[in-house]
C-alpha cells in the first residue's frame, strides 16, 4: 500500500508526462485514468472501475467506481468551457443508481479535461465543485482523489508549500544563531518558538496591535542601537505577566498568554539581518500554515544539530490510517445512530469526556488531527441535535459542551518534542474555533499539563480512552548501541520478552493499559507481524482478548532511512465482536497477527521435526579480509605444492545467483572451516593473507570467540558442512529479494551469507523447492527487511509440509520437469548473457512462453505429488489452506511424517490410508 508520500512522488511524474498533451479525450482517456489508478497504487481494474459504463439512462459514463465515483472526460481544448459540461456529469449522477438492483449513486463526480480537475459531491453539495484545480496542482492535492486508493479523501484547503517554506525560513534563522552562539541551544528553541507562536497569533488578531512585527520594524529601523534582547525579552515578559500594568506603546493591546510558553522568556540577541528575516517571515500567511507539516519540520531541526533542517513530515492521509479507525468510525457510527435530540445531548456529553493518549506524540501531529477530528464530530453531532429536534418540533438545545483541548494527552522523551507538540495544538486550537465554532478562549493558552516529557516505557500512562501514535523505530540490533546494557537489561526484565525492535514494547504496553471495549491504533516497523516480534506484540495482543479491526499490513513511511512500516488498529475485549474489518483498504472477515486474513494467514504453522538439519543461512566470514579476487585465488591456487582447494574456494553470493549467467560466484574466499591455527598452518600463502587483512579487524571485535578464532569464520555453520557430506552439489538461494531463484552449486563453491543453503543433491527436491506450492507457502511466511522479502529457515523451511509421493513415477515426473525447467533457463541465460532477474522479468512480460510452460508442467507434477487436483497448480489460497492443515496433521502427530527417506514408502501409503502402487 502506498503512503502518501509516495503518491504524492507519482503524481509528479504523471503531472510532467501529461501537461503538455493536446490531443482527443477518446484517444487517451482511458490511459490516462489508468495511469491516474496507479498513481495511488492501484490496479484500476482490481478497484472495480469500469470504463465506458452505460448503468446511465442519459449515456455512457467514461468511468464508474460503482457507488464511490464517476469520471467524465473532455478534451484539454474544452479547458476553458469545463462548466458548461457539469449538466452532463451530473445528469450522468442523478440517473445512475437503480432502485430495483440496490444501487446507489456514486458519492463523488470528477469532471476532467486533462488539465484541470473539478470534484463534485453532488449528494451533499449539489449546486457547486467541492474542489476546482489545475493538473499542476494534483501532487498538492492528492488527498482529494484518495477515493482512487480506496480511502477517503480530504478536500480541505491545501498549504504544503508554504508551510514548508515557512519552516525553512525559520530553520534557516535557528541555524543562524546556533552556528554564532548568539544564546544558549535551549534559549534559541524557546525563542524560535516563541516568534513562531507570535506569528500565527498575530495573524489571528489574538494579540492586537501586532507587537512583535512593529518590534522587528523598529530594530531594523534602529540599527544596532536597540537590542532584540531587551526589547523582545520586553514583550516576552510581558506576555507572562497576569497584571495589565505597564501594556501602553508597542505592548497595548497585549495580554496574558499563559500557557508555559512564555514562563522562560527567551533573550536572545538578533543582528540586523537576522531581524530584517524575521521580519520577513512574519509576512507569510500564517493562518493557512498547517500544523501537521510545520509541527514535525520544527521539531525536526530543534531537537537535532543536524542541517537537514527538519526534510520529512508526516502525511495527514497516512496519520488518519491510524486516527479513523480508532476514533473517527467508531463515533460516526454512534453519531449516525442517534433518533431523538435527548439521545444526542447525551453522546454529545460522552465525546465531551473522551480522551486521546498518545505516548510517543513527538510535535504532536497525531494529536493535532485526532483533536481536529474530535472537533469535527462534535459539529456534526450538535448538527444532528439540531436538526432531529427540528423535524420533531421541539426547541433546539443551547448552551452544548465543546471537545475541550486538555482531552489530549501525550508523552515524549524529548522535551524540545513536548514543546512543539503543545505549540502545534494551541495553533490548533484557534484554527479549529474558526471552523468549528468556540471552545476555550483562545487566550490565556489553555494549560496543556497533559502533555510531558517522559520515557513512555518508565512512567505510569494516564487514564484514557483511546491510544494512537508513531512509536519510535529502532530495530532490535541497533538497541544497545542507542541505550546502553543497563537499558536493555531493564526492558527485558520488565517486559519478559527479550530484546525486540523498541516499537514492540508500545503496543504489548498500550494493549495493557486499554480497558475493555477501548481502541488503539498504532504505527509500528512491519516487524511486528514477523517471526519473533510478532509473538511479542500483536500476537500478545491477539491472544488477550484483542480484535484487530483495520490494518495496513506495509508501506513505507516518510524519513531518510525509508522504514516500511505496518499499521494496526484493534479494540480490546469487544462487546461484540466486528462484522467487518479493513484490511489494505478491502473488507475482509477478519485479521490475523501476521496482518493476513484468516484463510491465507500461516501464523499457527509449527515447525516440524523432519525439516530440521537441511535448510541453512550461508557462513558469516565477519572480516572483508577473507575474500579474494580471482587474479589473487588462481595465484594461490596454481602452487602446487599445497593442496590450496582445500582452503581456497569459489564464493557465491545471493548476487552471483541473480545475475551472473551461470549463477557462479565472481569472487573466491579463504575457509579454513573449524581447522585448528596447527592445521591452518599448513596453508602459509592463504594464513598469511588472514592474518594481515583479517587478525587486526577481529582483535577489535566484542565477541571474545570472533577474537580468539580470528582464522575462521565468525559463523562457520558446521551444520551446514556436515549436512553437505557426501554430496556432490547442493542447492542455492538468495536469502533477500522479490523472487526466490534457486541455482545447483558444487560442493567446492562456498554461499555466502546473503544465501540460504538446501543440503540436497537430487531433481526431485530442487523440483518441490521451484514449484509455485513451496514459493507461495515462502510469501505467506517471509520476513522482511526495508520492505524486502526475505527468507528464513525458522518461519518458512521449518514448516514446509514436503509431500507422500507413493509412487516413484510422481517423484521422477517431478526431477524430470525440474531438470527441464533448469536446462532451458540456463540455455537462454547463455545465449542472451543476462541473469535470472532480467529472464523472469522479461517471462512477466509474455516472454519465453516456453519456459514458463515448464514451471506450470513442474507445478501440477508436484501438486500430484501432494494428491492434489491439477486445477490447483497455481492456485495461491488454495494451496496455502492445504499445506497448512497438512502442517498442522503432522505437528500434532495425526499424520507420519518422513518425507526425506529412510522409510518405506508403502508402510508410509497404508499409516496414511493411501492406496498402495
Not at 317 to 343: H, Q, Y
Not at 408 to 419: E, L, R, S
Not at 541 to 565: L, M, R, Y
Request: a neutral charge; proline letters at 6%.
Amino acid at each position: 500500500m502506498r503512503s502518501g508520500e509516495q503518491i504524492r512522488a507519482a503524481l509528479i511524474k504523471f503531472v510532467a508526462r501529461w501537461q503538455t498533451y493536446a490531443g482527443s479525450e477518446r484517444s487517451e482517456a482511458q490511459t490516462f485514468l489508468n495511469e491516474l489508478f496507479d498513481c495511488y497504487g492501484r490496479n484500476r481494474k482490481d478497484a472495480g472501475a469500469l470504463f465506458e459504463d452505460a448503468h446511465s439512462s442519459t449515456g455512457i459514463m467514461d468511468l464508474h467506481l460503482p457507488g464511490l465515483l464517476i469520471v467524465e472526460m473532455k478534451a484539454p481544448k474544452e479547458t476553458a468551457r469545463l462548466a458548461q459540461h457539469r449538466k452532463q456529469a451530473l445528469d450522468y449522477w442523478h440517473n445512475s443508481a437503480d432502485v430495483t438492483t440496490s444501487r446507489p449513486a456514486p458519492q463523488f463526480v470528477v469532471l476532467c479535461s486533462f488539465q484541470r480537475f473539478e470534484i463534485w459531491e453532488p449528494g451533499k453539495y449539489p449546486n457547486a465543485p467541492l474542489l476546482e484545480f489545475d493538473l499542476g496542482e494534483l501532487p498538492d492535492r492528492y488527498e482529494s482523489l484518495m477515493v482512487l486508493a480506496g480511502d477517503e479523501p480530504l478536500f480541505h484547503h491545501s498549504s504544503r508549500e508554504l508551510t514548508k517554506a515557512a519552516a525553512i525560513s525559520v530553520a534557516n534563522v535557528y541555524q543562524g544563531l546556533l552556528s554564532r552562539q548568539a544564546a544558549p541551544p535551549e534559549s534559541i528553541q524557546r525563542f524560535i518558538l516563541q516568534m513562531v507562536w507570535l506569528f500565527f497569533a498575530e495573524d489571528y488578531d489574538m494579540i492586537e496591535g501586532r507587537p512583535t512585527e512593529r518590534t522587528l520594524e523598529f530594530l531594523v529601523k534602529s540599527g544596532d542601537y536597540w537590542s532584540s534582547y531587551l526589547m523582545l525579552g520586553g514583550l516576552f515578559t510581558s506576555l507572562n505577566d497576569p497584571d495589565d500594568y505597564g501594556r501602553q506603546g508597542v505592548l497595548k493591546g497585549t495580554q496574558f498568554v499563559n500557557g508555559d510558553l512564555f514562563d522562560k522568556p527567551a533573550l536572545v540577541h538578533l543582528t540586523k539581518d537576522e531581524a530584517t528575516e524575521l521580519l520577513r517571515i512574519a509576512e507569510y500567511n500564517w493562518r493557512q500554515v498547517d500544523p501537521t507539516i510545520f509541527g514535525s519540520l520544527i521539531e525536526g531541526f530543534l531537537s537535532t544539530d543536524r542541517s537537514a533542517l527538519g526534510a520529512h513530515y508526516t502525511h495527514e492521509i497516512d496519520i488518519l490510517k491510524i486516527v479513523r479507525p480508532t476514533i473517527v468510525k467508531p463515533w460516526r457510527a454512534r453519531i449516525d445512530a442517534v433518533t431523538t435530540p435527548d439521545e444526542g445531548v447525551a453522546l454529545l456529553e460522552e465525546l465531551c469526556r473522551f480522551r486521546v493518549l498518545d505516548p510517543a506524540c513527538g510535535c504532536g501531529n497525531f494529536l493535532y488531527v485526532a483533536y481536529r477530528e474530535l472537533r469535527h464530530l462534535e459539529h456534526t453531532l450538535k448538527e444532528r441535535i439540531a436538526a432531529l429536534a427540528k423535524s420533531s418540533g421541539l426547541p433546539v438545545p443551547t448552551g452544548l459542551p465543546f471537545f475541550p483541548l486538555h482531552n489530549m494527552q501525550g508523552i515524549d522523551v524529548v522535551p524540545m518534542a513536548t514543546a512543539v507538540a503543545r505549540v502545534t495544538l494551541w495553533m490548533g486550537h484557534r484554527q479549529m474555533i474558526e471552523q468549528y465554532g468556540a471552545a476555550e478562549p483562545p487566550l490565556p493558552l489553555v494549560s496543556l499539563g497533559s502533555i510531558r516529557t517522559a520515557d513512555a516505557l518508565r512512567v505510569p500512562w494516564p487514564e484514557t480512552d483511546c491510544i494512537v501514535g508513531n512509536p519510535p523505530f529502532l530495530g532490535s540490533q541497533q538497541m544497545r548501541d542507542a541505550h546502553g546494557d543497563d537499558y536493555l537489561k531493564w526492558l527485558s526484565n520488565t517486559f519478559q520478552v527479550g530484546i525486540k525492535d523498541f516499537c514492540v514494547y508500545w503496543f504489548r504496553r498500550a494493549h495493557q493499559h486499554l480497558k475493555p471495549g477501548q481502541r488503539a491504533g498504532l504505527v509500528g516497523t512491519n516487524s511486528i507481524a514477523q517471526n519473533r516480534a510478532r509473538s511479542a506484540s500483536l500476537e500478545y495482543i491477539t491472544s488477550n482478548n484483542g480484535v484487530i479491526t483495520d490494518a495496513v499490513s506495509s508501506q513505507v513511511w516518510p524519513g531518510e532511512a525509508k522504514v516500511h512500516v505496518s499499521l494496526v488498529n484493534w479494540i480490546k475485549s469487544p462487546a461484540e465482536p466486528p462484522t467487518e474489518c479493513i484490511l489494505d483498504n478491502n473488507p475482509v472477515t477478519g485479521i490475523t497477527s501476521d496482518l493476513r486474513t484468516p484463510q491465507t494467514s500461516t501464523s499457527e504453522a509449527q515447525p516440524l521435526v523432519g525439516n530440521k538439519a537441511r535448510c541453512f543461512q550461508g557462513p558469516i566470514p565477519v572480516g572483508d579480509g577473507f575474500v579474494l579476487t580471482e587474479t589473487i585465488a588462481r595465484e594461490i591456487l596454481n602452487n602446487h605444492e599445497v593442496d590450496y582447494q582445500k582452503v581456497i574456494r569459489p564464493y557465491l553470493t545471493s548476487e552471483d545467483i541473480t545475475e551472473d549467467p551461470r549463477q557462479r560466484g565472481r569472487r573466491w574466499i579463504i575457509d579454513f572451516a573449524q581447522m585448528p591455527l596447527e592445521v591452518a598452518e599448513r596453508y602459509p600463502r592463504a594464513l598469511k593473507i588472514v592474518r594481515e587483512r583479517v587478525k587486526p579487524f577481529r582483535e577489535r571485535n566484542n565477541r571474545a570467540l570472533y577474537r580468539q578464532r580470528w582464522w575462521q569464520f565468525g559463523e562457520a555453520r558446521p551444520g551446514l558442512r556436515t549436512a553437505l557430506i557426501g554430496k556432490s552439489r547442493y542447492i542455492a538461494c538468495g536469502r533477500h529479494g522479490k523472487r526466490i531463484m534457486l541455482c545447483w552449486c558444487d560442493s567446492w563453491t562456498c554461499a555466502s551469507d546473503a544465501t540460504i543453503i538446501f543440503a540436497y543433491d537430487d531433481d526431485y527436491s530442487m523440483g518441490i523447492l521451484d514449484s509455485a506450492t513451496h514459493k507461495n507457502w515462502a510469501a505467506t511466511r517471509l520476513s522482511t527487511i526495508k520492505g524486502d522479502p526475505r527468507y528464513t529457515n525458522s518461519t518458512v523451511f521449518s514448516s514446509f509440509p514436503w509431500p507422500y509421493p507413493v509412487k516413484d513415477q510422481k517423484r521422477e515426473r517431478v526431477a524430470e520437469a525440474s531438470r527441464r525447467v533448469i536446462a532451458r533457463r540456463q540455455e537462454i541465460c547463455a545465449a542472451e548473457q543476462f541473469g535470472l532477474t532480467r529472464l523472469y522479468n522479461l517471462v512477466d512480460e509474455g516472454a519465453y512462453a516456453d519456459l514458463k510452460d515448464l514451471h506450470r508442467e513442474l507445478d501440477e507434477a508436484v501438486a500430484a505429488c501432494y494428491g492434489w487436483p491439477r486445477s490447483i497448480a497455481q492456485d495461491k489460497n488454495e494451496i496455502t489452506g492445504r499445506l497448512l492443515t497438512l502442517n498442522a496433521e503432522i505437528a500434532a502427530g495425526q499424520r507420519p511424517y518422513d518425507p526425506f527417506g529412510g522409510r518405506d514408502g508403502r508402510a508410509v501409503a497404508q499409516q496414511l490410508g493411501l492406496p498402495v502402487a
